[in-house]
């Protein structure tokens, strides 16, 4: 009885608006700690920042054991990887990392900390759900977009090479050159470039941005949308469920034979 009193007490701490909003601030003042310690810092300010640091480690880690006591069903905690990437996250923080070769990777993970925000904010959890869902299909768009920047990219370096080595020289080099073409990075150069000694090169250059910029872009974010209009609904309808079809009719006819009763 008493570990289930005690259950339901940090179950409700855990749910309660004002503690989703604490560990948010906290996440927030994390990032910003992180930010300074890029910076140029007199011995005792970096004395404070790892103070703060590590008061900041020892919330996280009272944070994640609320949130697992909080839980009914225990293993159930294990069933969400927001769970398991928010405790790996705590986990690595608590790990000494002054000094020694992990001294870098403990600090890398130390940032993602901050990823955190996506684990309680559910808009964010949608985001990148849609994001990982839609992996798939933008998998194939991606194939495709590889297609064409190695078929001109091909073209390019056999046509452009004499021009200027250093962004024609080869298939690789071709398909850097195709990428700043396509993100519009002073492409107007490289094709000017290449006008003086062909005219009509002008059509290469405007038919692969139709490709990729204007064809293949718009399908990888209508992609995208799709797949959060979809996530969006899937999260409507476990918030509001609709009522089943086949249960309304039911009880439309159960009504029609009460009313025939009387």
Do not use: C
């Not at 150069?189 to 038919?207: A, H, I, K, Q, R």
């Amino acid at each position: 009885m008493r570990a289930a009193a005690l259950t339901n007490k940090f179950e409700r701490l855990r749910d309660h608006k004002s503690f989703e909003l604490l560990v948010m601030a906290i996440i927030i003042f994390s990032a910003l700690v992180i930010g300074v310690k890029t910076y140029d810092m007199p011995p005792y300010l970096i004395s404070v920042v790892g103070w703060l640091d590590t008061a900041i480690t020892i919330f996280f880690v009272f944070e994640i054991s609320i949130r697992f006591i909080g839980e009914e069903i225990k293993r159930d905690f294990f069933k969400s990887g927001w769970n398991i990437f928010d405790l790996v996250i705590v986990l690595v923080s608590i790990i000494p990392i002054e000094g020694g070769d992990m001294a870098l990777v403990g600090r890398l993970i130390r940032i993602f900390r901050v990823l955190r925000m996506v684990s309680l904010i559910p808009e964010l959890r949608i985001l990148l759900d849609s994001l990982i869902k839609a992996l798939p299909q933008l998998g194939y768009v991606v194939a495709l977009m590889f297609i064409i920047f190695y078929i001109y990219a091909a073209v390019g370096s056999t046509i452009f090479q004499d021009i200027n080595g250093d962004l024609w020289g080869d298939v690789s080099i071709s398909m850097l050159t195709l990428f700043r073409v396509m993100t519009f990075e002073d492409w107007t150069d490289v094709m000017y470039e290449t006008m003086e000694v062909y005219p009509l090169s002008w059509m290469y250059y405007l038919s692969f941005i139709f490709f990729t910029t204007f064809a293949f872009l718009n399908m990888v974010i209508g992609i995208v949308v799709n797949v959060l209009e979809q996530e969006n609904a899937a999260a409507r309808d476990i918030e509001n469920p609709q009522p089943d079809l086949a249960e309304i009719m039911q009880q439309i006819e159960e009504l029609k034979v009460l009313l025939q009763r009387k």
